[in-house]
């Protein structure tokens, strides 16, 4: 069975990254790995951690492309990689352009595609945007949907899925998470926990996503200011590369004691930051399904989340980006231990870390 595996984005290549790697000790397979290098410097850290190396590189990230130049390239260039090597099947994750055009791309071929955390809706096309769409062209075009969670599968089957060609396996990101925590952490987490955090509390931060650009972006900074006034907390913030993220944050953060701003961290010393947390704010998915991994409260910067079930779980609480609201829940799980436990104590909705295993076996059964 010929395999080849498309990802883009640091996100993709995280989750991709395990299966990838039991692909590769799988008898009877042969497997191959395209990136489209939708993000540059982010996906080659975690193509080195994992230490994958791609059969196929299509190096696409330009300054401020489009979302139609992205597109046109990734349908261009990865054309001829689908011809070259013929594959069975396709995979892919999630919900980024590289996701929806391999979908279609693997459609336009007559080949199966597999979709790697399939099911996952706000069921509002605007948010988020793209992901929204792109993640529903490929649960359209997919021949086999690898549901990270009942909520996702139940998804799925209102659209009209087959039940047959659904299978829930967990999230593969657990699998990433466990490979990554039992590594050593690296110096420069060590070195920021022994100076900034010895008596302080850490709030990690991370937001970029593109529908908070702007007036939310703003408002989630003065949000920080307000919260940074305590005293008792240190505000970590690895700040995005993307322009529309770095100006405000720059502007508005910059200088203001009890926040640090920092570059863009590779996987691995982020999942270690993460350990320290008191409490995490995020617009991320993924950390949304990480953090409860650490029991480590997580407030969501936004309005809608496609991952409900670590709300309803309790790990996590949507507080959009309005910057009193953001104030107050942050405060609340701050000042009131039964508030924090109860978050921190609530169960991982998200796998067992043998996803990868599942999605496999799924495969060689087809």
Known sequence: ??????????????????????LAQTAGVESRVCVTAQHRQMLDQVLSLFEIKPNYD???MRDDQSLAQLSAAIFTNLDPVFADFK????????DTTTVAITSLLAYYHRIKFGHVEAGLRTHDKWQPFPEEINRRIAGVTADMHFAPTEWSK????????DESIIKVTGNT?????QYVSKQSEPQEITQLATTKLKTNKLILVTAHRRENFGKSMEDICHALTELAKRGDVEIVYPVHLN????????RLLKGID????LPPLDYLPLVHLMKHAALILTDSGGIQEEAPAFGIPTLVLRDVT???EGVEAGTLKLVGTETSYIVQEAKRLLDDESAYTEMAKASNPYGDGHAAEKIIQSLLNS
């Open 243 to 250: 322009p529309n993220v770095q100006e405000p944050v720059n």
């Open 173 to 177: 990101v657990i699998d990433a998470l």
């Open 1 to 22: 069975m010929k395999i080849l595996s498309v990802f883009g984005t640091r996100p993709e290549a995280v989750k991709m990254a395990p299966i990838v790697r039991l």
């Open 306 to 308: 496609e991952r409900p």
């Open 87 to 94: 594959p069975d099947w396709v995979l892919a994750q999630g």
């Open 258 to 261: 009890h926040i640090t701003l």
């Open 154 to 161: 139940q998804n799925l089957l209102r659209e009209g899925i």
């Open 58 to 60: 299509l190096d696409l």
